[in-house]
C-alpha cells in the first residue's frame, strides 16, 4: 500500500527512472516555494536551459490563468514547471500548451485506467469537475520564442473536502477512483510523454496533436459562453485548430477563431440553434 510520505518527488528518484530524459538535466525541487512558474521564468531569463524542471511539493502562491489563484497544499498534488526553448515562431506556442494536455491525459489513463477530456484552452476535466491546470507564460523576441514556461497543477491524492467552496468545481483523482496514486509514477509518465510528443512537434509532425486534442475536447459541438479580451459571447464551438484556437460560430451564425479566453458549457442548447 501506497503511503503519501513515501512518495516525495526527489530529484534522483526522477532521474533514476529517466535518465536520458531532456527534463531529468536540471532538476529544482522546493518542498515549498511561491511559484514554481515564477521560479522558472526568473531561471529562464538568467538563461535557465531548455527542459529544466523546477517541482515543489506544495506552493504558497501558485497562480491560475486570468490571474486566479491556484490552491497548492503540501505533498498530495502535482506542482511543476518546464522550461521550453523551441526553435519556432510564437505562432506556434499554443502547440505546446496543447500536447502538455495531451501528455496529462495520456499519463493518467495509462497510470489509473480513468479516461479524462480536455477543456479548452487547456484543463483536465472529469466529469464536468476541473483536475488540472496548465499555465503558460512567455517571452518572444521579433516573434521567436526566447522561452516558454508551462506549468502544471494536477490533483492528485488531495481531499477535495479540504475546500468546500471548490466541491463542484474541482475534483482530483483519489476523489474519482478511490484509492492513492504514485505522484512519481505519474509525474515519470506525463514527462516521458512530453518529451515523445514534444520531439514529434519539434520534426513538425504534430498532425497527431489537433487530432487528439478534437476527439477528447469536451467543448467541440457544444453551446458555450465565451469571456475573452473584456467581450463576453455565446457561441456554438465548432473544432480547434491547428494554432490551437477554438472556431466558433455565433448566434449571427457568424465564424471566428479565438485564441485566448474562458470557456463555459451552456446547458440547455441555446434556441434555434
Ligand atoms: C489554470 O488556471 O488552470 C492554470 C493553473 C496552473 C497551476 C500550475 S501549478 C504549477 C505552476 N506554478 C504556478 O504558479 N502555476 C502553475
Not at 515564477?38 to 523546477?54: I, M, P, Q
Not at 479540504?162 to 504514485?182: C, F, H, M, N, W
Amino acid at each position: 500500500m501506497l503511503h503519501e510520505s513515501d512518495d516525495n518527488l526527489l530529484p534522483k528518484i526522477i532521474q533514476e527512472r529517466l535518465p536520458d530524459s531532456i527534463f531529468t538535466r536540471h532538476i529544482y525541487y522546493f518542498p515549498s516555494i511561491g511559484s514554481t512558474n515564477a521560479y522558472a521564468k526568473a531561471l529562464a531569463k538568467k538563461g535557465g536551459a531548455e527542459g529544466s524542471l523546477v517541482i515543489a511539493e506544495k506552493q504558497t502562491e501558485g497562480k491560475g490563468r486570468m490571474g486566479r489563484k491556484w490552491y497548492s497544499p503540501s505533498h498530495v498534488n502535482l506542482y511543476f514547471s518546464v522550461i521550453f526553448r523551441p526553435p519556432f515562431s510564437i505562432d506556434r506556442v499554443f502547440s505546446l500548451n496543447m500536447l502538455i494536455a495531451l501528455a496529462l491525459v495520456d499519463a493518467i489513463y495509462n497510470i489509473t485506467g480513468l479516461k479524462t477530456l480536455i477543456k479548452w484552452p487547456n484543463d483536465v476535466y472529469f466529469t464536468g469537475k476541473k483536475m488540472a491546470g496548465i499555465l503558460t507564460e512567455f517571452s518572444a523576441n521579433k516573434k521567436r520564442a526566447e522561452y516558454i514556461i508551462v506549468g502544471t497543477g494536477l490533483n492528485v491524492n488531495w481531499d477535495i473536502k479540504d475546500k468546500p467552496e471548490l466541491q463542484y468545481l474541482a475534483t482530483s483523482l483519489i476523489k474519482e477512483i478511490g484509492r492513492i496514486v504514485s505522484r512519481v509514477d505519474l509525474l515519470v509518465k506525463i514527462l516521458e510523454l512530453l518529451e515523445r510528443y514534444y520531439r514529434l512537434l519539434l520534426r513538425d509532425q504534430d498532425s497527431f496533436i489537433y487530432k487528439r486534442w478534437n476527439e477528447l475536447s469536451m467543448v467541440i459541438g457544444k453551446e458555450v459562453l465565451i469571456d475573452s479580451s473584456n467581450e463576453r459571447k455565446k457561441a456554438r464551438v465548432k473544432g480547434i485548430d491547428k494554432n490551437g484556437a477554438l472556431v466558433i460560430k455565433d448566434e449571427n451564425g457568424k465564424e471566428s477563431s479565438i485564441i485566448c479566453g474562458d470557456v463555459k458549457v451552456l446547458f440547455p442548447p441555446l434556441p434555434g440553434n
